[in-house]
Structures are given as structure tokens and as C-alpha cells.
């Protein structure tokens, strides 16, 4: 009888050693992204919010995102963050649209959107022969779906094309 209540003794530390390192590992590795997601959301919504022209919404999005006027008057300013060390690994990219409505996708974008927004500036501002390879750029399939963002008549089109890159609604932010 001792014996068993000894095996069982041990198996109940076992687990509680278990759980522990558990909850440590969870501390170290995993809580930091989710602060570090939350504080870039934090940042993210006030400086979109606080943006009152296109001027400042671009400045709003930072380097890693992107601006999109449309050919309607309408917008959609996307600002990205993401950060690839651990502790603290996260993706968020917050949307707000000229309508007022906001969208946040955790799909990992990386440089992608403001490659885009570099590449089309590129165009748009340097002489034809130098504005060539960022032409050919612009066209490569990985840039497709910003294409679309971009070239939506509207705003219907563009959250259309805000879905298909993996963003969802999200409420608006208070004030």
C-alpha cells in the first residue's frame, strides 16, 4: 500500500512539474506576442483615427503599409506591423476605411504591402526608363491581389478585395 501511494505521489508532481513548464513556456514565448499584438493594435487604431486627410493617412501607415485612393474619393489605409523574434512574434495589419468602417487581419504580409506602395510611387515619380523594372514589379503575381485592391472602382470593390487578403470586420474603435 505505501508503494502505491508513492507511485502516486510521484505521478502528481510529475504533472504539477509538467503544468508548470507549461505555463512558463506559455509566459516566456507566447504572452509576449499577444501584448506586443495588442499594444501595435492600440497603435495602430490611433494613429488611423487621428489621420484627418490623405496626407496624413499615408504618413499614418507607416513604411510597412499601404494607401489606396480610389478612383470614387474613397480610401482605404492599411497600417502593418509585424516583428519576427521571439519572444514576441506577431502579424497585425489594421484597415480603415473612408466610410468608417475598420478591418485587422494576423496574415503575415511581411514587406509585401509597402513593397507595393514603394514600387507604385517608383512609377508614378521617376523617369519612364528608370520606372521600368518597378513596372515589371508591380505586374509579378505576388502583388495580384494588391492590384485588385487598387484598382477597385469603389469601396464595395476594395473591401471585397480586403477579404480576399484575409482581413475581417472589426468594431469601430471608441473615442
Same mark, same amino acid.
Given at each position: =500500500?505505501?508503494?502505491?501511494?508513492?507511485i502516486?505521489?510521484?505521478a502528481l508532481v $510529475?504533472l504539477?512539474? @509538467?503544468?508548470?513548464? =507549461?505555463?512558463?513556456?506559455?509566459?516566456v514565448?507566447e504572452r /509576449?506576442?499577444?501584448?506586443?499584438? #495588442?499594444?501595435?493594435r492600440?497603435e495602430?487604431i490611433?494613429?488611423l483615427?487621428r489621420?484627418a486627410?490623405?496626407?496624413a493617412?499615408?504618413?499614418a501607415? %507607416?513604411?510597412?503599409?499601404? @494607401?489606396v %485612393?480610389?478612383p470614387s %474619393?474613397?480610401?482605404v489605409a492599411?497600417r +502593418?506591423q509585424?516583428s519576427?523574434?521571439?519572444?514576441?512574434? @506577431?502579424?497585425?495589419?489594421?484597415?480603415? $476605411?473612408?466610410d %468608417?468602417?475598420?478591418?485587422? #487581419?494576423?496574415?503575415h @504580409? $511581411?514587406g =509585401?504591402?509597402g513593397?507595393?506602395?514603394w $514600387?507604385?510611387? #517608383?512609377?508614378?515619380?521617376?523617369?519612364?526608363? +528608370?520606372?521600368?523594372g +518597378?513596372?515589371r514589379e508591380?505586374?509579378?503575381?505576388?502583388?495580384? /491581389?494588391l492590384?485588385?485592391?487598387?484598382?477597385? /472602382?469603389d469601396?464595395?470593390?476594395?473591401?471585397?478585395?480586403?477579404?480576399?487578403?484575409?482581413?475581417t470586420? =472589426?468594431?469601430?474603435p471608441?473615442?
Amino acid at each position: =500500500m505505501p508503494r502505491r501511494r508513492t507511485i502516486r505521489i510521484a505521478a502528481l508532481v $510529475c504533472l504539477l512539474a @509538467f503544468l508548470t513548464a =507549461m505555463a512558463t513556456a506559455w509566459v516566456v514565448f507566447e504572452r /509576449p506576442s499577444i501584448v506586443n499584438e #495588442s499594444r501595435s493594435r492600440r497603435e495602430s487604431i490611433e494613429l488611423l483615427s487621428r489621420a484627418a486627410d490623405a496626407h496624413a493617412l499615408q504618413e499614418a501607415v %507607416g513604411g510597412l503599409g499601404l @494607401f489606396v %485612393g480610389l478612383p470614387s %474619393g474613397e480610401w482605404v489605409a492599411i497600417r +502593418y506591423q509585424d516583428s519576427h523574434y521571439a519572444p514576441g512574434t @506577431f502579424s497585425l495589419a489594421v484597415a480603415r $476605411c473612408s466610410d %468608417g468602417s475598420w478591418y485587422s #487581419s494576423q496574415r503575415h @504580409f $511581411c514587406g =509585401m504591402l509597402g513593397a507595393y506602395e514603394w $514600387c507604385r510611387r #517608383s512609377v508614378e515619380e521617376l523617369p519612364a526608363e +528608370y520606372a521600368e523594372g +518597378y513596372k515589371r514589379e508591380l505586374e509579378d503575381e505576388h502583388f495580384a /491581389p494588391l492590384r485588385r485592391l487598387a484598382a477597385g /472602382p469603389d469601396l464595395t470593390a476594395a473591401k471585397a478585395s480586403l477579404d480576399a487578403l484575409g482581413f475581417t470586420p =472589426m468594431s469601430s474603435p471608441r473615442r
